[in-house]
T-cell receptor, first 117, second 114 residues
Framework: AQTVTQSQPEMSVQEAETVTLSCTYD???????LFWYKQPPSRQMILVIR??????QNATENRFSVNFQKAAKSFSLKISDSQLGDAAMYFC??????????????FGKGTHLIIQP | NAGVTQTPKFRVLKTGQSMTLLCAQD?????MYWYRQDPGMGLRLIHY???????AKGEVPDGYNVSRLKKQNFLLGLESAAPSQTSVYFC?????????????FGPGTRLTVL
């Protein structure tokens, strides 16, 4: 079974600075997807960024980028120019490639990100 | 489009009572999922469906049943609620195609079992 580990229960960063959230995973699959989801106090799960394992190029979405290291099974999220609205729980998630996602996502336990003004 | 909606948003049950959570999506998605989120944990998959009339077990299916009689709806049932089922329940849906498969989540249902 796949596992996803987020080793930082909580992170704090000053507004406008850069912060990196860590995620490692364990899988025997060669093809898979990785995701970062944001969960603000409203509870809504919001997709931040996704990465296909077969792509060597790291995904970016505006201020959000990932550092995907397939051999090390590492998938960190970098948030640049942190804003107060970035404060939330961040979850790393994994989905294997085969089966069209039928077996759902495997989530880490989350990192609580605090933005200090 | 409303996206993914869940009914109810909050519910309190007594041990042994039954209830059904309703998930509806208006995006014509084939796949639908039910997850639960407990404090200090990520979401865990309870059951899922790959199309109308189909259901399958996820990681933590015990104590729950599901039905997908219509493509747009996915029901999660608790026949005899237990305090261990106190949690926040999320429904999600996706197209089910490899290259476009992003799961969209509902707002969640907070369930307390006393």
């Amino acid at each position: 079974a796949q596992t996803v580990t987020q080793s930082q229960p909580e992170m704090s960063v000053q507004e406008a600075e850069t912060v990196t959230l860590s995620c490692t995973y364990d899988t025997s699959e060669s093809d898979y997807y990785l995701f970062w989801y944001k969960q603000p106090p409203s509870r809504q799960m919001i997709l931040v960024i996704r990465q296909e394992a077969y792509k060597q190029q790291n995904a970016t979405e505006n201020r959000f980028s990932v550092n995907f290291q397939k051999a090390a099974k590492s998938f960190s999220l970098k948030i640049s120019d942190s804003q107060l609205g970035d404060a939330a729980m961040y979850f790393c998630a994994y989905r294997r490639y085969s089966g069209g996602g039928a077996d759902g996502l495997t989530f880490g336990k989350g990192t609580h990100l605090i933005i200090q003004p | 489009n409303a996206g993914v909606t869940q009914t109810p948003k909050f519910r309190v049950l007594k041990t042994g009572q039954s209830m059904t959570l309703l998930c509806a999506q208006d995006m014509n998605h084939e796949y639908m999922y039910w997850y639960r989120q407990d404090p200090g944990m990520g979401l865990r998959l309870i059951h899922y469906s790959v199309g109308e009339g189909t259901t399958a077990k996820g990681e933590v299916p015990d104590g729950y049943n599901v039905s997908r009689l219509k493509k747009q709806n996915f029901l999660l049932g608790l026949e005899s609620a237990a305090p261990s089922q106190t949690s926040v329940y999320f429904c999600a849906s996706s197209y089910g195609l490899e290259n476009t498969d992003t799961q969209y989540f509902g707002p969640g249902t907070r369930l307390t079992v006393l």
